[in-house]
T-cell receptor, first 114, second 113 residues
Framework: SAVISQKPSRDICQRGTSLTIQCQVDSQVTMMFWYRQQPGQSLTLIATANQGSEATYESGFVIDKFPISRPNLTFSTLTVSNMSPEDSSIYLC???????????FGSGTRLTVV | GEDVEQSLFLSVREGDSSVINCTYTDSSSTYLYWYKQEPGAGLQLLTYIFSNMDMKQDQRLTVLLNKKDKHLSLRIADTQTGDSAIYFCAESINKGRDDKIIFGKGTRLHILP
């Protein structure tokens, strides 16, 4: 199965700053997904990142707040911009190799905004 | 709409069977999944079932799917302390170019001695 390396694993950031989270997949995948898991909640899909096109954002999430890059088929970044304490969450990336393989997740980035 | 529901907590005695239930709303789901999240770790895919199946068995795990009722369950036989985790039910939705996975909130399985 795929291996996804996600970093940083955790960070404490000041209000108003930005943090970029990186995900590296060990082989080429068409789609990558970015999720947020707020305390006590399930995963919420932020956006789908396809190589060569703009990311597709879910309702409630906008590009200005969560810009995403997908420069090639093995790498993606999510930036959390102009952070506030409400952005404190775990952020996860995942890939999709097709339904037969399910979705592999990174280990998550635990973000605390103070 | 797209929604996946599951109970938040389950307590089971060590050695008994655990049954975690899930309901979903989107009838176009192609695959349904069970993921396990141990403390401090990412999600681990436990098992999955294709929507045209009604049962899948994998060692101690049995997945039952009732497509008519949109009900999915995960049975863990001979529950061990290492099974203590949060279990997420998820459905994959494929509609044209729209391909995503929707998660339930997770069921926290607690093992009693």
């Amino acid at each position: 199965s795929a291996v996804i390396s996600q970093k940083p694993s955790r960070d404490i950031c000041q209000r108003g700053t930005s943090l970029t989270i990186q995900c590296q997949v060990d082989s080429q995948v068409t789609m990558m997904f970015w999720y947020r898991q707020q305390p006590g909640q399930s995963l919420t899909l932020i956006a789908t990142a396809n190589q060569g096109s703009e990311a597709t954002y879910e309702s409630g999430f906008v590009i200005d707040k969560f810009p995403i890059s997908r420069p090639n088929l093995t790498f993606s970044t999510l930036t959390v911009s102009n952070m506030s304490p409400e952005d404190s969450s775990i952020y996860l990336c995942s890939d999709s190799r097709g339904d037969n393989y399910g979705y592999t997740f990174g280990s998550g980035t635990r973000l605390t905004v103070v | 709409g797209e929604d996946v529901e599951q109970s938040l907590f389950l307590s089971v005695r060590e050695g008994d069977s655990s049954v975690i239930n899930c309901t979903y709303t989107d009838s176009s789901s192609t695959y349904l999944y069970w993921y396990k999240q141990e403390p401090g770790a990412g999600l681990q895919l436990l098992t999955y079932i294709f929507s045209n199946m009604d049962m899948k068995q994998d060692q101690r795990l049995t997945v039952l799917l009732n497509k008519k009722d949109k009900h999915l369950s995960l049975r863990i036989a001979d529950t061990q302390t290492g099974d203590s985790a949060i279990y997420f039910c998820a459905e994959s939705i494929n509609k044209g170019r729209d391909d995503k996975i929707i998660f339930g909130k997770g069921t926290r399985l607690h093992i009693l001695p």
